[in-house]
């Protein structure tokens, strides 16, 4: 072979061995973390991170991002720290009540299901829509020996939760429930059934939305309750009193011999205020309801 071709094939082997490290430069200049900051593998501009730093900026990016349902089920964090709700329980009975009264409120069942027995949760039924905040703690008439605890908003619904102190802090420590929900009935005898006996149970939140009139606060604010409607006798047909209110008469219980009357609005029926007078039957001197 003449020696031209020899030097030609030399300088190809050179051009050649020159691109070689030209791209192994490019490659490794590419792929190779700096090391000017060793505290720092994933900041700075374009370009500077590596391959492992992509994934790790990833993935960190996404965990700020709300998580799917799936992810929630699946976590698997330490006790305390993201788990999911409702794992816990109440360690009071008035805590216990409460948060029943809020899963039966909020419609969640499967809270509601962690915290009563099956007999509780049939009690509790669904709860209706538009009840009125304000719920306060007061002492259960329905069930004296077990701890129980009546929760009464500000219209004066009555939910009663009672409490199995031994499953404090644990599952369906709710054993039972009564739910007495305010009417207002659309008949005047019905009417005054009602809120005598809301007077008698003490539920002044109840009675207050019942009864207007200065005259009507008065009787039922001022005198202490006789009983229920059953503890009055000889009620009267509701009559038309002399100012144009429809009344209706009793006897007080014994050893009262007094005649008590009560007037309504009658176009308030199946409302509120609907009782506007109260106080001594036919011997008193006003003509309300005589």
């Given amino acids: 072979m003449e020696r031209r071709e020899w030097r030609r094939i030399a300088l190809v082997g050179i051009g050649v061995a020159v691109v070689m490290l030209a791209v192994g430069a ?66 009071s009975a008035d ?55 009546e929760l009464r908003n500000d219209r004066g619904d009555v939910v009663a939760v009672s409490v199995d102190p031994g499953l404090v ?29 809301a007077w008698d149970a003490n539920n002044t939140e109840r009675v207050a939305t019942m009864i207007d009139g200065q005259q009507a606060v008065w009787f039922f604010t001022t005198l202490n309750h006789f009983g229920n409607h059953a503890a009055f006798s000889n009620y009267t047909q509701p009559f038309l009193g002399g100012t144009g209110l429809t009344c209706v008469a009793a006897d007080g219980p014994p050893p009262s011999s007094a005649n008590w009357s009560w007037g309504f609005d009658v176009s308030r029926l199946g409302g509120p205020h609907a009782l506007v007078w109260a106080g001594e039957g036919y011997d008193d001197p006003s003509p309300t309801c005589h």
């Fill in 26 to 91: 490019a490659v490794l200049f590419t792929f190779t973390p700096h090391r000017d900051d060793p505290g720092k593998s994933g900041s700075g501009a374009f370009g500077e991170v590596g391959a492992t730093d992509n994934v790790t900026a990833t993935v960190t990016a996404s965990s700020s991002a709300t998580p799917s349902p799936t992810a929630v089920l699946t976590s698997s964090e330490p006790s305390g720290q993201g788990q999911p709700q409702g794992t816990s329980y109440p360690g």
């Fill in 95 to 149: 805590e216990y009540a409460m948060a029943a009264l809020n899963a039966w409120l909020n419609h969640n069942d499967t809270r509601l299901g962690q915290l009563a027995t099956p007999a509780a949760i049939t009690l509790f039924g669904s709860a209706p829509g538009g009840l009125p905040g304000g719920w306060e703690f007061y002492n259960c008439l329905t069930e004296p020996l077990q701890p129980c605890r």
């Fill in 169 to 197: 802090g644990k599952a369906k420590a709710v054993t039972r429930v009564y739910i007495d929900l305010t009417r207002y009935p659309g008949t005047v005898m019905d009417y005054l059934y009602a809120t005598l006996d």
